[in-house]
């Protein structure tokens, strides 16, 4: 809002500085540009025009002058319902999820399921978190979707081609599908959107990733879509958030992610770990489960006693 008000004063300022410029008058420029006062109260009729409370009175057959009223009362004309749609764009554009900043990759036992049978334990998986901040809105039916893009040059010529990838994800169940569904996203409470790689990852950046592999590949991101229902509105809200992949990138990390301390008595804000969701959980041990036990197996009772 401010800065179309500056916007259209600057614009105001403009015809008022032309008005005076094309004026039929007696008086010298210096004479007129001297005249403050006038000068003023030519902008502000200007102003007044340009957002649809008043009208310039050109000077008769000055075709300058015509051309200067008729582009503010356009201008009057158009800005309130471009600023309305502004508004309503602004009010009806939900964006009620809040994401974990970076993205964790850890072996696939360290997943909040057991490890689907003919899955390698040491497998990476990708963990993205997100929750909904807002204490006033209720959504349902979240489904997440992970997609890759990427360049590579195509087969036929020297030229890069923009490739997409539909990745799958682990279900409720820890199983390998095309999407994560929610009946319910409760406030405040995080979820996790799980991605297998399908192989082991010592060390960053990803070099390939369900098959795919990446050395050869360049502008490599992973986007993960949500898209939900809000109660009582009965919109459809969307978000999305991408992941650079590249080496020189942050948005990865090697570690499991803090894990929040569920606590159905209490308020969601005050649960434990709410501090921390940003941060990876310590690995004294190296087996890259966070618990510190050295047992590779992801114990919360082990995380609690930390």
């Not at 050109?58 to 008729?70: K, R, V």
């Not at 799980?194 to 082991?200: G, L, Q, S, T």
């Not at 990733?209 to 490599?220: M, P, R, S, Y």
């Not at 898209?227 to 650079?244: K, P, S, Y």
Request: net charge negative; hydrophobic share 45%; charged share 25%.
């Amino acid at each position: 809002m401010f800065m179309a008000l500056g916007a259209l004063t600057g614009l105001a300022v403009a015809i008022a500085v032309v008005w005076t410029l094309t004026e039929e008058s007696a008086r010298g420029l210096g004479q007129r540009f001297g005249d403050v006062a006038g000068l003023l109260d030519v902008a502000l009729s200007a102003l007044r025009a340009c957002v649809g409370t008043d009208s310039l009175d050109p000077e008769p057959d000055n075709l300058a002058h015509a051309l200067l009223a008729t582009l503010a009362s356009v201008t009057g004309a158009l800005v309130p319902a471009v600023l309305l749609g502004i508004v309503l764009v602004k009010l009806f554009a939900l964006r009620p999820f809040v994401w974990r900043r970076r993205a964790s990759i850890s072996p696939g036992r360290t997943a909040d399921f057991p490890v689907a049978e003919g899955q390698d334990p040491e497998d990476a998986v990708i963990a993205v978190r997100f929750y909904n901040h807002f204490d006033n809105l209720s959504v349902v039916d979240l489904r997440a979707r992970a997609h890759l893009r990427y360049l590579e040059r195509s087969p036929y010529g020297d030229s890069r081609v923009v490739y997409k990838k539909w990745l799958q994800v682990l279900d409720e169940k820890g199983e390998r599908a095309d999407e994560r569904a929610w009946l319910a996203v409760e406030r405040g409470a995080p979820f996790t959107v799980w991605i297998p790689v399908d192989a082991p990852l010592a060390a960053l950046p990803l070099g390939h990733i369900q098959g795919k592999d990446l050395l050869d590949a360049e502008g490599v991101k992973l986007l993960v879509r949500l898209t939900a229902r809000t109660v009582g509105l009965g919109t459809e809200v969307a978000d999305e958030h991408w992941f650079d992949v590249s080496a020189t990138s942050d948005d990865f990390e090697l570690g499991r992610f803090v894990p929040l301390r569920a606590d159905p008595d209490t308020d969601v804000w005050t649960w434990e770990g709410w501090a921390h969701f940003d941060d990876l959980l310590p690995d004294d041990d190296g087996d890259g489960d966070g618990d510190g036990d050295g047992d590779g197996d992801n114990d919360p009772d082990d995380q609690t006693r930390r």
